[in-house]
């Protein structure tokens, strides 16, 4: 007996040193395909942008890479999703700061994403803008203002869901400016899209890939984006900054993350794989085509990102009080 218990602990140790490199050589598991969950609607920012990356870490890690769109809760039920997964590394997260940063701060959620899941990436931004419908006579955020007060009920703008960054964006303008908002929660940036063009709701806050289209064609407006300085991708619609909202910069930032528990060697491979996929030209250029633009960082760079817009959002919504009431 006195021989075998050394060895056995030898045979433990290892077995916990060699772990995770061999859990990484057999990642990704021949034939499963790798599913990244993106919480919003297909036609949304998160979903174009998802597939885009989607697209190039199939490239990357050799094997099928594929969206599952699961809207709901903001954006919660696709952690909810993930959280719930084998941490295999084949379930990984599609995510915005709306579910990592910032609804667990407002709302009671079924999740704890500092204890579920864990970032691998930050992938890219796109600016938060309020839009309005062709028909609203307004092109400026002070015409924006008297149409709004012209309404005897105030008016109702739309955002993806109740809790998102969007959501919250409209709440800023109604709390800093005065405002009489109401707000009508999507399950995405594609059904409000597509009911903003239809004139079903007249003003929006929504990240812009959605909304390419309709800019373009001129079926939507940009009244002003929810940052601080003016945006590179969006260098003729002002900022909050711009139309007397101070102290606000609030923009769609995107990101990969799976679930708690993943090998370290396996989210060191997903790392990797996804700094490539951000150097890719046509990843870029899907990106460019919706205003938005690539990032790309590494696991430990995103979790102090993560760290400091969860403090600098949580000091603000304790100023404004706010609370999701759903």
Do not use: C, W
Not at 34 to 39: A, C, D, M, N, W
Not at 273 to 287: D, H, N, V, Y
């Amino acid at each position: 007996m006195s021989y075998r218990l050394p060895s056995l602990l030898a045979s433990l140790l290892l077995a916990y040193m060699f772990a995770h490199p061999a859990a990484a050589q057999t990642f990704p598991t021949p034939g499963k395909p790798v599913t990244i969950i993106v919480g919003f609607a297909a036609g949304g920012g998160h979903d174009v942008m998802g597939r885009a990356l989607a697209q190039e870490l199939t490239k990357e890690l050799g094997t099928s890479v594929v969206v599952e769109n699961r809207p709901g809760a903001g954006g919660g039920t696709s952690v909810t999703v993930v959280a719930r997964a084998d941490p295999d590394g084949h379930t990984l997260l599609f995510n915005s700061l709306s579910e990592l940063a910032f609804r667990q701060a407002v709302a009671k959620v079924p999740y704890d994403v500092e204890k579920d899941v864990v970032p691998i990436s930050l992938v890219g931004v796109t600016p938060i803008a309020l839009v309005v419908n062709e028909k609203v006579p307004a092109k400026t955020m002070a015409e924006f203002a008297k149409y709004a007060k012209s309404i005897p009920d105030g008016v109702i703008y739309g955002s993806p869901g109740v809790g998102t960054l969007q959501h919250f964006g409209g709440e800023v303008l109604r709390h800093k400016l005065g405002l009489p908002m109401k707000h009508l929660a999507f399950r995405g940036g594609a059904p409000l899209a597509n009911d903003l063009a239809g004139g079903h709701v007249v003003a929006g806050m929504s990240g812009l890939p959605p909304l390419v289209p309709l800019i373009d064609s001129g079926k939507v407006r940009l009244i002003a984006t929810s940052s601080s300085e003016r945006s590179k991708l969006t260098p003729d619609v002002p900022s909050y900054a711009e139309v007397g909202v101070d102290g606000v910069d609030i923009a769609n930032y995107v990101g990969l993350a799976a679930p708690k528990g993943t090998p370290d060697a396996i989210l060191k491979k997903l790392e990797q794989a996804t700094l490539a996929a951000s150097k890719s030209p046509e990843m870029a250029a899907i990106f460019k085509r919706s205003f938005s633009s690539v990032i790309g960082t590494t696991k430990a760079e995103y979790e102090a990102f993560i760290a400091k817009e969860r403090k600098s959002q949580s000091e603000l919504i304790k100023a404004m009080d706010f609370k999701i009431i759903e």
